[in-house]
């Protein structure tokens, strides 16, 4: 069965720290991963990543997958109170005649000022 | 540019009902949506897969006759619950995806509250 989990489920931290999110899977016919950040409503895309080891980077947030260890990070630095979210991750996956999305548990971040 | 349109936000009724929600692609077309339920701090489970013209493919453990899923065209795919219970009620969100290997674009996502 496909699946994907993250860590930790929750991460508090003060403004200015850095943090690491992880995201592992183990789906079949994997073609790539996505980040997304959710505040209140729908999330917002961060990243998609599909090659291993190639940095994808946006300001503070970078992100990189690694296909051998079946897992991807994403990184922030100098945290914010406005980074506070749930951090999900995804890894699209081709079924038969389409594909979908396979989501993880999410990583409920909180930056406190 | 990647808009995806839903509504309504949200909706309150009465057990038996049967609600539809709407999910627009407005500046692309999409040749596959898809439709999430998420409840309170859980993470987004994919219920189906809908390609315009197609009948849906749902998730294992989801009702297909209690979630009908309609994708008339390639920006417009609409969830009707049906006869809609208590344990029915949730978050539903929908995505739209331009085609493989690129990010879906989800809508803003529905609060369905069943009395």
Known sequence: EDKVVQSPLSLVVHEGDTVTLNCSYEVTNFRSLLWYKQEKKAPTFLFMLTSSGIEKKSGRLSSILDKKELSSILNITATQ???????????????????KYIFGTGTRLKVLA | GAVVSQHPSWVI???GTSVKIECRSLDFQATTMFWYRQFPKQSLMLMATSNEGSKATYEQGVEKDKFLINHASLTLSTLTVTSA???????????AGPQPGQPQHFGDGTRLSIL
Do not use: Q, W
């Not at chain 1, 406005?82 to 594909?99: N, Q, W």
């Open chain 2, 13 to 15: 009724c009465k057990s």
């Open chain 2, 85 to 95: 219970h208590p344990e029915d009620s949730s978050f539903y969100i929908c995505a």
């Open chain 1, 81 to 99: 109170t406005g980074d506070s979210a749930i951090y999900l991750c995804a890894v699209e996956a081709a079924t038969s005649g389409t594909y």
